[in-house]
């Protein structure tokens, strides 16, 4: 059974400390996603990847967040510095693309809770 | 810009008893539609999808839903609630924009059974 993973599940850190949170994709998937979910915004898109190469990141803070595919199997997302307002779940979601114009679902990890004190 | 929007803030119905959820979406091209289902804790799951042909789709755990283009909508039904089905349902619309596919998601609703 093919499932996403992310580490750790849970983070909690004070203000101003570094997060990091991965992710392994469905072996075989070529498209990766990061979204938060908090309950006044909802699922936010953050950044998504094909074939380990940023498509799109405009959802994200850029002036403490980064996002990187260091390899096929692993997806990093850093906060650097950490601020009490990154409280949210972090999830990864990774999708096939079969083709040019082909739609596809998306599948979802557990999520990591982070707690920025 | 599209946008999906769910109505319905909490539901609450009784087990045995049938179930729409109400989805509404806005885009200006063919859309792509799918429902989620989120447990306390837990991750997104794929219920069901619409990408084109049969207007009425069939997912996972019982559940179905009908695209309406007319409507612009695409509701969530399940003939007979399980105690089981508690949990938070979005609905995303996914638009291919560069290449990607995007999913907007609704603002969920709550499910809750009463037994």
């Known amino acids: 059974d093919a499932r996403v993973t992310q580490t750790p599940r849970h983070k909690v850190t004070e203000m101003g400390q570094e997060v990091t949170m991965r992710c392994q994709p469905i072996?075989?998937?070529?498209?990766v996603f990061w979204y938060r979910q908090t309950m006044m915004q909802g699922l936010e898109l953050l950044a998504y990847?094909?074939?380990?190469?940023?498509?799109?990141d405009s959802g994200m803070p850029k002036d403490r967040f980064s996002a990187e595919m260091p390899d096929a199997t692993l997806a990093t997302l850093k906060i650097q510095p950490s601020e009490p307002r990154d409280s949210a779940v972090y999830f990864c979601?990774?999708?096939?693309?079969?083709?040019?114009?082909?739609?596809?679902?998306?599948?979802f990890g557990p999520g990591t809770r982070l707690t920025v004190t | 810009a599209q946008s999906v929007t769910q109505p319905d803030i909490h539901i609450t119905v009784s087990e045995g008893a049938s179930l729409e959820l109400r989805c509404n979406y806005s885009?200006?091209?063919?859309?792509?539609l799918f429902w989620y289902v989120q447990s306390p804790g837990q991750g997104l799951q794929l219920l069901l999808k619409?990408?084109?042909?049969?207007?009425l789709v069939q997912g996972i755990k019982g559940f179905e839903a009908e695209f309406k283009r007319s409507q612009s909508s695409f509701n969530l039904r399940k003939p007979s609630v399980h105690w089981s089905d508690a949990a938070e349902y979005f609905c995303?619309?996914?638009?291919?924009?560069?290449?990607?596919?995007?999913?907007?998601f609704g603002t969920g609703t709550q499910l809750k059974v009463e037994l």
């Open positions: 072996l075989g998937h070529n498209t």
């Open positions: 619409y990408f084109s042909g049969d207007t």
């Open positions: 990847f094909r074939n380990r190469a940023p498509l799109d």
């Open positions: 885009y200006g091209a063919t859309p792509y």
């Open positions: 979601a990774s999708g096939l693309v079969r083709g040019p114009g082909n739609t596809y679902e998306q599948y």
């Open positions: 995303a619309v996914g638009t291919l924009t560069g290449g990607g596919n995007k999913l907007t």
